[in-house]
């Protein structure tokens, strides 16, 4: 076999190259294009990545009414490093991710069937909402009282600052779910563990603690290996019922599903804060669905910044900084999407199927405050000598709010 020219050799390698690229292209998205830039502005001739400007359209073609700058207010856990063990894995988008993220953080973590993650607890309060599948959780009290439950999607739990509690997947399939921590700056690593305290305790004050020889404590598992490792399905729920011990009087989970939704011609809101899910109380949610075309309307929260995770579909929220500052970000299944407080905005499905996503706050109450509805409150004559808009404007005030508008 003869052997290559430096001259074939290059133009094969070059070849090559072109067609790898052309393959992943066309194995992410066989309808990618150059994005068609408008007159304005001119055409890109530097280097390029087309799938993120199919992504972000508002970024790269922003409206004619964005203006000025703000901060990154999306972020996708499809970019978060991922931490993997014997039984699931998990990834987190915080402060370090999303820098304007100062008062929430996410995380999004997989369990197998029977996968564990290790008794634990934090410092932060701990939300979560289960996206896939079926868990166990549990949980001690500050009064002795235990808690069990078995969670599928669309639940909710919460664990306050200092509660300890475990996370198990269950059969078939285990479980996905996300994490909220009222803390933006918080870290998996900072999470205290079970195995962590016992490595680092000497074994005399183990065996003093529990009765036991030191001797017991010689092959202690490595915390490492512990944070989510593989386990063995549990039977039957009432089958890990305590014996002898004092149920919890708290209620550490929440069906939110089976709250009665608001429930409009664009689309259904349910809201889930202290007031529906009393231990709840450091994050009120509200979980929003859109059907195609619909908005979220054009509102603010005057409570804190909302924090946002999108469940499916595609969509696009424009936001309003005040002193001539806004900015349109596109967002898509996976997104983490921010607001800091009390900037007006709107959310709308610019997809062909439903946009659903969480509304986060780190309160004990949900609140927001429609535009529509303030201005149809407001003395008319006011307002006409504000906006200089006719009568077609002021008739079609609501005085009602009306979370979903669709624009008929």
């Known amino acids: 076999m003869h052997s290559l020219s430096r001259r074939h050799f290059m133009a094969f390698a070059a070849g090559g190259t072109v067609a790898l690229a052309a393959g992943r292209v066309h194995a992410h998205d066989a309808t990618v294009q150059a994005h068609p830039y408008p007159t304005r502005g001119g055409s890109d001739p530097g280097p390029r990545d087309p799938i993120r400007e199919r992504e972000n359209p508002d970024l790269v073609n922003p409206p004619p009414t964005d203006s000025g700058t703000l901060p990154n207010l999306r972020f996708s856990f499809s970019d978060a490093h991922v931490r993997k063990g014997t039984g699931g894995w998990t990834r987190q988008v915080t402060q370090r991710e999303l820098g304007v993220s100062t008062t929430i953080a996410g995380v999004d973590m997989r369990l197998n069937a029977g996968g564990i993650r290790e008794l634990h607890w934090h410092k932060e309060g701990e939300w979560s909402y289960m996206l896939y599948g079926k868990a166990r959780i549990t949980a001690l009290d500050a009064d002795g009282g235990w808690f069990i439950d078995d969670v599928g999607v669309g639940d909710?739990?919460?664990f306050p600052p200092g509660v300890p509690h475990?996370?198990?997947?269950?059969?078939?399939?285990?479980?996905?779910?996300?994490l909220a921590f009222d803390d933006g700056n918080f870290d998996e690593d900072s999470t205290f563990l079970l195995s962590d305290w016992f490595k680092h305790?000497?074994?005399?004050?183990?065996?003093?603690?529990?009765?036991?020889?030191?001797?017991?404590?010689?092959?202690?598992?490595?915390?490492?290996?512990e944070y989510i490792f593989a386990g063995n399905v549990p039977g039957a729920l009432a089958a890990d019922a305590i014996r002898g011990g004092k149920k919890s009087a708290r209620v550490f989970s929440h069906r939110m599903m089976a709250q009665k939704p608001i429930t409009l011609a664009g689309g259904t809101v349910r809201i889930t804060d202290a007031s529906t899910f009393p231990i709840s109380k450091t994050i009120a949610a509200a979980l929003v669905e859109l059907q195609p075309g619909a908005m979220r309307?054009?509102?603010?929260?005057?409570?804190?910044?909302?924090?946002?995770?999108?469940?499916?579909?595609?969509?696009?929220?424009?936001?309003?900084?005040?002193?001539?500052?806004?900015?349109?970000f596109d967002y898509r299944a996976g997104d983490v999407g921010y607001v800091p407080f009390a900037m007006g905005h709107y959310i709308e499905n610019t997809g062909t199927t439903p946009l659903r996503f969480l509304e986060l706050f780190k309160s004990d109450?949900?609140?927001?405050?429609s535009l529509n509805q303030w201005l149809a409150n407001t003395p008319p004559a006011l307002v006409e000598q504000h906006?200089?808009?006719d009568q077609t404007f002021m008739q079609a005030l609501n005085k009602t709010k009306t979370p979903i508008v669709t624009g008929d």
């Open 156 to 158: 909710l739990w919460y």
């Open 166 to 178: 475990s996370i198990q997947g269950l059969g078939p399939d285990g479980c996905e779910f996300l």
């Open 201 to 225: 305790l000497p074994p005399e004050i183990l065996a003093k603690n529990f009765g036991v020889p030191a001797a017991t404590f010689a092959t202690l598992p490595a915390p490492e290996e």
């Open 297 to 328: 309307e054009l509102h603010w929260h005057p409570n804190n910044d909302e924090w946002q995770y999108y469940l499916e579909g595609e969509g696009r929220m424009g936001v309003f900084a005040a002193s001539g500052q806004a900015r349109t």
């Open 365 to 369: 109450r949900y609140a927001d405050i």
């Open 387 to 389: 906006l200089h808009l």
